[in-house]
């Protein structure tokens, strides 16, 4: 991909816009069952280790920072536009960083949703001592864990590669970025490979 090559804007990643969605739908159709099935603090079992239990916080993920659904949602929308300007920062965006944001994003949107039709958001996951929490926090810290991963160990291997470039840097077939491998590069895309030419010939 050159420089001149326009990104493809992240609504037409549609792996990653399937997953988000995927994510909404399945934290809005748990919250809709708890609200429907048990009643406020109700808890099913009604005792153990891992329980379902209907409540509900003004704060974010886990209860912290209560009563500050307002500025929560700001939050929420500030965060879900980083998130897309991430996505925009890389040339070819990786399945793990396609998959991390797909997570938060889908798990920022349910949660968004909660605060601004019902001024809170419901939890119902209930495990130990842990703060009950719901699918899309669940959602979103693991894409945060992905994240991390990706920036601070990922990047950290393949700076220390001290293998040769490719010649081309990008692939001649789909533009995808070339990266070493053993005796050569390969495409993370398409997984074309280029091989290194003996010096000798």
Not at 106 to 121: I, P, S
Not at 145 to 164: H, M, N, Q, R, W
């Amino acid at each position: 991909m050159s420089a001149d090559t326009p990104r493809v804007p992240i609504y037409k990643d549609f792996v990653l816009i399937q997953l988000a969605v995927l994510i909404f739908l399945i934290d809005q159709f748990t919250k809709f069952l708890v609200r429907d099935l048990l009643l406020y603090r109700e808890s099913f079992p009604a005792t153990g280790f891992f329980r379902f239990t209907h409540t509900f916080n003004t704060g974010s993920a886990f209860g912290i920072f209560q009563d500050q659904n307002t500025p929560l949602i700001l939050v929420s929308i500030i965060g879900i536009a980083i998130l897309v300007m991430i996505y925009r920062s890389q040339r070819v965006p990786t399945g793990l960083l396609r998959l991390s944001l797909g997570l938060q994003i889908g798990g920022a949107l349910g949660n968004l949703l909660d605060r601004m039709r019902l001024g809170h958001v419901t939890d119902f996951v209930d495990v130990g001592d842990w703060p009950v929490f719901n699918v899309a926090d669940a959602s979103i810290i693991t894409g945060l864990v992905i994240l991390a991963y990706i920036f601070l160990i990922a990047e950290s291997d393949v700076k220390k590669d001290t293998g040769p470039t490719s010649g081309y840097g990008w692939c001649p077939v789909c533009e995808g970025e070339m990266r070493t491998v053993m005796d050569g590069w390969r495409c993370s895309t398409c997984g074309v490979k280029e091989r290194l030419l003996d010096s000798t010939l």
